[in-house]
């Protein structure tokens, strides 16, 4: 922020993140510092490339004036960035009422007697800011194994276990951040649960098998019911876990 006697300007330098082939704007705010109307104009050493607006104007007491800077589309960038331009923005006390109309290049020279106020500007390149890394949806549930249950009723557990093996193998102890601890502990516990329901899942189907041979008729259809209700309930604890 550069304070003068009329006018505090901020900010004192004009950042433009560079981009080729794009026009870039950027702001500056003038504070009238006095009780007085203040006329201010703004120069640059590189018309050409800048459109200023306003370039001249008038602030009122005690109030505030934004002036956008607006740099054409470049088709080269510079070495490092760097620029050379400049401008200088004039500011003098003007008459009480005074309009941009009434604004005159007599009123900002010094050999006419005024006191002119000036301020010099220095232009900066900056990097552009960089957009978002792009995020994978689902990947949550692609780095968590699931368990599914085939047609006969056995939880596919070698396939999830296969896969936590893998990913656990993936995560090198120098990746052992408190985050990952975490899901490769959610990771086991899941393998865990899987393992013992495959068991439970074959100690049931046993039962059954026998209960069909005595009986010899009529109980297939129940044998498939209650196949595909285990299924069911197991499907529905690994979505809550």
Request: aromatic share 6%; with cysteine.
């Amino acid at each position: 922020m550069s304070s003068g006697e009329l006018l505090i300007i901020q900010p004192q330098e004009l950042q433009f993140p560079f981009e080729l082939r794009k026009q870039i704007s950027c702001s500056l705010q003038l504070f009238n510092n006095t009780d007085n109307y203040v006329a201010f104009k703004v120069k640059t050493t590189n018309p050409k490339k800048y459109c200023v607006r306003p370039n001249t104007g008038v602030v009122l007491p005690r109030s505030t004036c934004d002036v956008i800077v607006t740099m054409q589309a470049q088709k080269e960038a510079p070495s490092d960035l760097q620029c050379k331009d400049k401008f200088l923005l004039q500011s003098v006390v003007a008459s009480p009422g005074t309009t941009t109309k009434d604004i005159t290049p007599e009123m900002f020279s010094r050999e006419a007697g005024h006191n002119v106020e000036e301020c010099k500007l220095r232009v900066v390149y900056v990097a552009p800011p960089r957009p978002p890394s792009p995020v994978r949806e689902g990947s949550d549930e692609e780095s968590s194994p699931r368990v599914s249950v085939s047609e006969n009723g056995h939880s596919n557990a070698s396939e999830f276990i296969g896969a936590s093996r893998a990913f656990s193998e993936r995560v090198g102890p120098q990746e052992t951040t408190p985050e990952i601890r975490a899901l490769i502990s959610k990771v086991t516990e899941e393998r865990n649960f899987a393992v013992d329901q495959k068991k439970r899942l074959q100690h049931e189907l046993e039962l059954l098998r026998r209960q069909v041979s005595r009986t010899r008729g009529g109980i297939p259809s129940v044998y498939v019911i209650v196949v595909a209700l285990i299924g069911f309930i197991l499907g529905y604890l690994l979505k809550r876990t």
